[in-house]
């Protein structure tokens, strides 16, 4: 295969959550620019209607992912051209730091975010598919997931991104052979709506840089390559994996 082809979406269909700011925006960027017509999803239409504006291929949707409503009808609103080829789960929230001062009606929630709508969305997706067409469904977890990070990161948090792990591994075993790919993506650090602070206090940032191997936080795009590469043809081969992006982090 033409290496430029391994990673066109020329006429594909994607949905991206969580894309009215930071990783997600980007996610939905990289998308439409590999060809792909994008609905993007998140609460924010005021933010995706401006995202849509500047960038061609990308369709702004309303979506509360915790609401199985909102979930059944961005999926009819995506397919309504054609069968739905990637989603990319990452809408999320973050969660308190600290397991004792965390309420269970708090951790409950954020599982109902991170992990259960994300799980709900896959398998609304592909019900709505045929049997023989191929997709690719991306998971967006964290290294708060695999490791941890007190005392940043909190208990509620990590059970969730742990566990977006685990249903990556479990769907990509049961839709493997009708298709489906199914993979996670895990970024480190980045400086995001859901960091906020964390680079911009000195002492935070310099706990980041020390214990990364590049010395430095994640830049902008520097996960929409990973998530092109798990979108496209290029990983063609690759299901049940979890691609880490962390700059070292977790392999110290």
């Known amino acids: 295969m033409d290496p430029r082809q391994m990673f066109d979406l020329t006429g594909r269909t994607a949905i991206v959550t969580g894309a009215s700011s930071g990783l997600g925006e980007g ?34 949707v309303r979506c509360d992912v915790t609401s199985a409503d909102d979930r059944a009808a961005l999926v009819a609103r995506a397919s309504e051209s054609g069968p739905i080829d990637v989603l990319v789960n990452n809408a999320g929230a973050p969660g308190a730091p600290d397991a004792l ?43 708060i997931g695999l ?37 996670a993506v895990v970024p480190g650090w980045f400086d995001t709506e859901m960091t906020d602070g964390l680079f911009t206090n000195e002492r935070s940032a310099t706990w980041v840089r020390r214990n990364t191997m590049l010395n430095r936080g994640g830049q902008e795009g520097e996960v929409d390559g990973a998530l092109l590469f798990l979108a496209s043809d290029a990983s063609s081969y690759v299901t049940g994996h979890s691609l880490v ?8």
């Open 147 to 183: 490791v941890s990070t007190s005392p940043i990161g909190g208990a509620g948090y990590a059970a969730s991104k742990a566990g977006l792990i685990g249903v990556t591994r479990e769907l990509a075993g049961q839709w493997g052979r009708r298709g489906v790919r199914v993979n």
């Open 27 to 60: 996610f939905a960027r990289t998308l439409a620019a590999a060809g792909a017509t994008v609905f993007a999803a998140a609460r924010r239409v005021d933010r995706l209607e401006s995202l849509s504006s500047e960038v061609p291929g990308v369709v702004a």
């Open 101 to 143: 001062t965390e309420p269970p009606e708090d951790v409950e929630s954020l599982l109902r975010l991170n992990l259960v709508a994300g799980l709900a969305l896959a398998t609304e997706v592909v019900r709505s598919l045929p049997e023989d067409h191929p997709a690719s469904i991306i998971n967006v977890s964290s290294v």
């Open 245 to 252: 992006v962390d700059g070292g982090w977790t392999a110290r």
